[in-house]
C-alpha cells in the first residue's frame, strides 16, 4: 500500500478537505505527506504609469499567506505521527503536481474535484480530470461538498 | 480550545457613521468575516455580512423597487450593526464563547484584553473548529470498501481491474475493512433481445449475473474470501455503483478503468465518499 502521498491543495485552501482522508488511509502503515499548494503567477500591477507592485512581490505575498494557511495543516498531520513536508508554488497545477509527485516520489496523489458550473464546466478543463488521466500513480479525489466527511 | 488560538483578524474597523454600503463592499471580500464597530474610540458592536444583508436594500427585486433608493442609501453601519457586541478575553474556550454567541444570538465575538481588541471570532470559525474536532474522533481506520472492476476481456481493462482490485485488497488488509467487490454489467444490447424467444431474456440474464458472480469470487484470494464480498447489478454503471456505494456504506471507493473516462469523471462527480482511480 502507498506511503507516499502527495496532497494538492489550492489558494483557498479548499483541497484541505480531503486531508482527513488521506489521515485515515495512511492510519495504519504510517507515512509521508507532502502539502503542495499551486497558486497561479504573480502580475505586476501597473496603475496609469506607476508600477504599484512587481509579479514577485504578489507571489511573495501569496506564498506567505498560503504559507501560514499550511504550516496549521502541516502541525495537526505531525501530531498524528506523519511525516509532513510541504511548499508552495506557481504555476499550473496539472504540470506542477505531476512534475512534484514524480520528483518527490509519490505513491499516490490526494485532491479535491472543484467542479467548474455553467459555462465554464464546457470551457475550462478539469485539473482532477487532467491529473487523473495523466497521473501514473492512483488518484484520491474527494468533493467540496456533498460528500460524507472523514 | 482557547479562542487566541482561533480568532482571526476582523475584516477591518469602521466608524458608526460610515455608509452602511461601503461597509457591506468591504465584508463582500470577507464572506466568513466582520467587522469592529467603533465610536468616538470607543467599542460600539459588529458587523457581520448578515446583519449588513438585514438592514440593506431587499434582495428581491420586486421588493426593492418599492423602496426610496434615498431612504436605503442614507443608512449608516449604526442602523446594521450588533450593540453591546459579545467581548471576551483570549483565553476564553471556544465552547464558553460559543455558549455566548448562542445565548445572545449573536454571530461574532471581539476578542479583547483590558487594553485594546485583539481579534474577531464568527460562527463560522466555531463551526470550522468543531469539524475539525469531529473529524479527529473519527475512527482513524476504513471499515467498508467498494471497488468496482470491469470484466471485460480488453487486456488493458483486465490489468486495470487487478491494478485496482490489489490495491482495494492491500486497502482492505491494512485497515481490517470489509471490500465489497461490484461488476456492474450492461443490459443486453437490443438487438440480441429482439432475437431471444419470449420470456427467455430473464433467464438469459440470470445466467449472466450468476456466471459473472462466479468470475468475480475467482479473482478474491483465499485468504481474502471472509473479508470481501460480491456484488453483482445490471443497468448503468456510474448508477450501479453510486447505488452499491449507498447500499454499503462505503467510506471509499476504488475504481480503475480507462484514465479519464467518462464513467469514472461521473462517479467522482457523485460519489457520497472519496474515488481512489487507479
Excluded at chain 2, 487566541?4 to 471580500?29: F, N, P, W, Y
Aim: hydrophobic share 45%.
Amino acid at each position: 500500500m502507498f506511503r507516499r502521498i502527495l496532497v494538492l491543495l489550492d489558494d483557498g485552501l479548499v483541497g484541505r478537505r480531503i486531508v482527513p482522508w488521506v489521515r485515515r488511509l495512511l492510519a495504519p502503515v504510517g507515512g509521508d505527506v507532502h502539502l503542495l499548494v499551486v497558486l497561479a503567477p504573480g502580475r505586476t500591477v501597473i496603475a496609469g504609469s506607476r508600477t504599484l507592485s512587481y509579479a514577485n512581490q504578489s507571489e511573495d505575498a501569496a506564498r506567505g499567506a498560503a504559507s501560514l494557511e499550511l504550516a496549521g495543516v502541516a502541525a495537526r498531520l505531525r501530531d498524528d505521527g506523519f511525516a509532513v513536508s510541504s511548499e508552495v508554488r506557481f504555476g499550473d497545477p496539472r504540470a506542477v503536481a505531476l512534475d512534484t509527485a514524480q520528483a518527490w516520489g509519490a505513491e499516490a496523489i490526494a485532491l479535491v474535484d472543484v467542479a467548474a458550473r455553467g459555462a465554464r464546466r464546457w470551457l475550462t478543463r478539469n485539473v482532477a480530470d487532467d491529473i487523473i488521466q495523466k497521473s501514473p500513480v492512483p488518484v484520491l479525489v474527494g468533493r467540496v461538498s456533498g460528500q460524507r466527511s472523514a | 480550545m482557547r479562542i487566541k488560538t482561533l480568532m482571526r483578524c476582523s475584516s477591518g474597523i469602521v466608524e458608526a457613521r460610515e455608509s452602511l454600503a461601503a461597509a457591506a463592499m468591504r465584508l463582500a471580500s470577507d464572506p466568513g468575516g466582520c467587522l469592529v464597530v467603533m465610536d468616538g474610540g470607543r467599542l460600539a458592536g459588529v458587523l457581520t455580512p448578515a446583519d449588513a444583508r438585514a438592514a440593506g436594500p431587499s434582495t428581491v427585486p420586486c421588493l426593492a423597487v418599492h423602496e426610496l433608493p434615498a431612504f436605503t442609501s442614507g443608512l449608516t453601519v449604526a442602523d446594521a450593526m450588533r450593540r453591546d457586541p459579545v467581548i471576551v478575553p483570549p483565553d476564553a474556550t471556544s465552547s464558553d464563547v460559543a455558549h455566548a454567541l448562542r445565548t445572545r444570538g449573536h454571530r461574532a465575538a471581539v476578542v479583547a484584553d483590558s487594553v485594546e481588541v485583539m481579534g474577531v471570532v464568527t460562527t463560522t470559525d466555531l463551526l470550522g473548529a468543531l469539524v475539525e474536532r469531529l473529524e479527529q474522533e473519527t475512527p482513524p481506520r476504513l471499515s467498508r470498501l467498494l471497488v468496482a472492476v470491469s470484466l471485460a476481456a480488453s487486456p488493458g481493462r483486465r490489468r486495470s481491474m487487478h491494478t485496482a482490485l490489489d490495491v482495494a485488497l492491500d486497502i482492505t488488509r491494512r485497515h481490517g475493512a470489509m471490500l465489497t467487490l461490484l461488476h456492474v454489467m450492461r443490459g443486453l444490447s437490443r438487438r440480441v433481445a429482439e432475437g431471444l424467444p419470449a420470456g427467455v431474456e430473464a433467464d438469459v440474464q440470470r445466467w449472466r449475473l450468476a456466471e459473472a458472480r462466479a468470475a468475480l469470487a475467482r479473482l478474491v484470494p483465499r485468504e481474502d474470501r471472509s473479508t470481501t464480498r460480491v456484488d453483482v447489478r445490471a443497468g448503468d454503471v456510474v448508477e450501479g455503483v453510486l447505488n452499491s456505494a449507498a447500499t454499503t456504506g462505503a467510506e471509499l471507493i476504488v475504481m480503475g478503468g480507462r484514465p479519464g473516462a467518462a464513467v469514472v469523471r461521473e462517479t467522482i462527480r457523485r460519489a457520497p465518499c472519496p474515488v481512489l482511480a487507479t
